[in-house]
């Protein structure tokens, strides 16, 4: 019954180069290895032969049997087929199949299913080996195993993931259920596809990139990508970006690549040299990029020679042609290059894009929307919009929409998107909406993951914002015992904000003894930190919520919404007898200063940079009960205590503008103050008002500005940002004049006036004025307004 019903929907699937699935359902290892290896030969007649992976845990005993079973069963078999363990998925993307089986009965990770979803070809087979949900939801996988936490037992895992993966099955085309125990068809696709015609491609007769590149090109998207790069060919006078996104499997990759090989190509002839640099996060973003630049320059009649290293492509040299493969850390320290691109641009930190921007004139950076890679548009948010506001910047940006593996409409990829809400979107909001947001018509709603409608465009604003998502993501809202959803809604129901919050705390003394000793504590972020930073054992005890994930509709950021949201998840806390309210995000001087103004006071900030977002990490809480206030006040008076003192050494980097919103008081004085010896205040004093160098007052000056910001506002004087900034960066970081400068917003020299101006203003408010003061001076000290 298999034979008749998947030989005929590999038929329709070949006509309209579309995928199918079959979902093997069963308990018995050798009865799901044979309906496997069955389906494998079936493919094997209709096609003729392929090449294809097979998927499973190794450490899972009857994971090695159903593989062990497969194997020899296929022994005659004239398929090639590779058997990986799914560690090796990352290995993955990118690479092309005519068939994959993915045994899940041991584990549904959900970043392992997203990222082998695109590697099967149109006119492919996905083979899936399940256990009947009712058994599938009885036992814990390794993926689920990961969720848990100190404060929850095994049963307490939720299902939700299965119970979602199983229904999704049985509602998309192009997909067989097949239960193996009774050899039946459950389930099989009713729809008749569309034959599949190969669209017209119209290569331009003339062109900057030569016709020969252009006829390599798979789709029209290609073509039109092509025809944008050539707008790099000659050395602009103003900065030029073109921005490539896409779907995965659109092929933006590979017309990177040929793009290159004919503006390489071109480049040369014009200056007998040319340097191009390719980067990304990970070589698998770019082997496609290095497959296709290699096939352009061979067309064009090239002999490049390759240079690797660990199996990776690291440069690649043409006649002139010099072409690197760096990543955007590496970048950031070449001198020039005539052409940047950056391939999944936004997997990259967001201060390395600006600085790429910044250093070179002519860049290309490519991404993908949706997908296992994908960002969201959170990437256009930030940095597309820093782009478009940039006047000395020419940007383009162009979205390719053919799929390069398979045909338009293809029911898999449907599938999968669904499944993991890959292509999630936000509610559509018009002027009636804005209208309810003005009047704040918004309501708070706890029921999200169990209601699709709801779901779906929750997650949307999520893959529109400034995260970036993985499948994961999804499987640890769904499953994990301690981690739940909020949301704010107009009155009519439309989403516009999205919360994910994480309970944590509440910990018993054998997991906080086990913490303090230096294990990890899974799952409690701002306990562990309480823990082993500020050695506070009972702030364990108290239970809290962190706020996993915000974010507010796309269309109505700035409109006081988060606020409201945080209100009301505060509002529910303390109705739960919560603590506190706590958060984690990478600093970002524009997210620091909301949650600041919200009353979240920073406890802890990462030692290091994020090496994926390449941010510092800060932990910020909100007391809610007198319990807490006692506990978050001495971490904040510790972690400002750190932070001024290390702003010279591991933090010198840090934005002053970040490092002085991180120092803000909360109304708690540092104790004890600093002190300055006698000739320390002489040297000031000579410097204030005579000749003394800063250098020669540097060690002095740090002890008063460390005593500035040890200080309460209402016992230090007022100073303007301005000047609090020339001394974080001047005084606090040793940052250059120049840089120093820079951060003050103010020229080198006026900076110089301004930190002797500064030094008066301290010197007078701290310890008395029997030197001359300036008026100007003494208006800081009161209050009053600078002019």
Known sequence: MLKEVLSQELGKARRARHRRLVALVGLDDRKLAEAAAEALRIFEETSGGGRGIYMFQPEYADGNRRHNYVRDLLRESSLEVEYRPYKDTPKLLGKTYDFAVLDLVN??????????????????????????????????????????????????????TK???????????????????????????????????????????????????????????????????????????????????????????????????????????????????????????????????????????????????GGEVKSIKARGIFVDFITPYQLLRRERADIVAVDEAAAVPLPVLYSVHQKFDRTVFATTIHGYEGAGRGFSIRFLKSLREDPNTDVQIYEMKE?????????????????????????????????????????????????????????????????????????????????????????????????????????????????????????????????KYWRLPEFAKLKGWRIVRIATHPEAQDMGLGTAALKMVEEEARERAYDWVGVGFGVYDKLLKFWIKNGYIPIHISPERNPTSGEYSVLLIKPLSERAVKFVQYANVEFRRRLIHSLMGPYSDLKPEEAKMLMEDWGWDIEPKPALSRNQLDR????????????????????????????????????????????????????????????????????????????????FYYYGGDFEVPLFVVGVVRGEKAE
Do not use: C
């Open 107 to 160: 584990d549904l990770k959900p970043n392992d299913v997203g990222r082998l979803g695109g590697v099967v070809a149109g006119g492919g087979l996905y083979i899936l080996m399940v256990p009947p949900l009712e058994e599938w939801t009885r036992y814990i996988t390794k993926f689920q195993g990961t969720l848990l936490v100190p404060q929850y037992k095994p049963t307490d895992i939720r299902h939700r």
């Open 163 to 309: 119970e979602r993966f199983w229904r999704k099955l049985w509602e998309h085309e192009g997909i067989i259920i097949y239960d193996v125990e009774k050899g039946d068809v459950l389930k099989r696709p009713a729809s008749e596809p569309p034959e599949w015609i190969k669209p017209e491609i119209r290569v331009p007769e003339k062109a900057v990139i030569p016709v020969k590149i252009y006829q390599l090109a798979a789709t029209q998207d290609q073509v039109e990508a092509l025809r944008l790069m050539e707008d790099l060919y000659e050395k602009p006078k103003r900065k030029k970006a073109l921005v490539l996104i896409a779907d995965r499997g659109r092929g933006k990759s590979a017309a990177l690549g040929l793009g290159l090989a004919g503006l390489g190509h071109r480049i040369r002839k014009m200056k007998s040299q040319v340097q191009l640099v390719v980067s990304a996060m990970e070589y698998a973003n770019v082997e496609t990029l290095a497959e296709f630049l290699l096939k352009g320059l061979r067309t064009l009649g090239y002999k490049p020679g390759i240079e690797k290293e």
């Open 403 to 531: 799929p390069i593996r398979y045909g338009r409409g293809d029911p898999i990829e449907a599938w999968l998107f669904d499944v993991f809400l890959l292509d999630a979107e936000p509610d559509k909001l018009d002027e009636d909406d804005y209208e309810l947001i003005r009047r704040r018509r918004v309501v708070y709603i706890k029921d999200i993951v169990e209601d699709e409608r709801r779901l779906r465009p929750f997650f949307g604003i999520y893959v529109q914002a400034h995260y970036r998502n993985e499948p994961d993501d999804l499987g640890m809202l769904l499953d994990a015992p301690h981690h739940t959803a909020r949301a704010l809604a107009l009155e009519n129901g439309k989403i516009v904000v999205s919360l994910e919050l994480a309970e944590e705390g509440g910990l018993d003394d054998s997991s906080i003894e086990e913490a303090l000793r230096g294990l990890k504590l899974p799952g409690n972020i701002i306990p562990d930190r309480f823990l």
């Open 684 to 763: 000031l004093v000579a410097y204030a008002v005579g000749p003394m160098t800063y250098e020669n007052v540097s060690d002095a000056l740090y002890f008063l500005t460390t005593q500035y910001f040890y200080s309460s506002r209402p016992k230090r004087p007022s100073l303007p940002e301005p000047f609090e900034l020339a001394l974080v960066s001047k005084v606090l970081q040793a940052r250059p004049w120049r840089d120093a400068a820079e951060s003050a917003k103010i020229g080198r020299g006026a900076l110089m006036l301004l930190l002797r101006e500064i030094t008066k203003t301290l010197l």
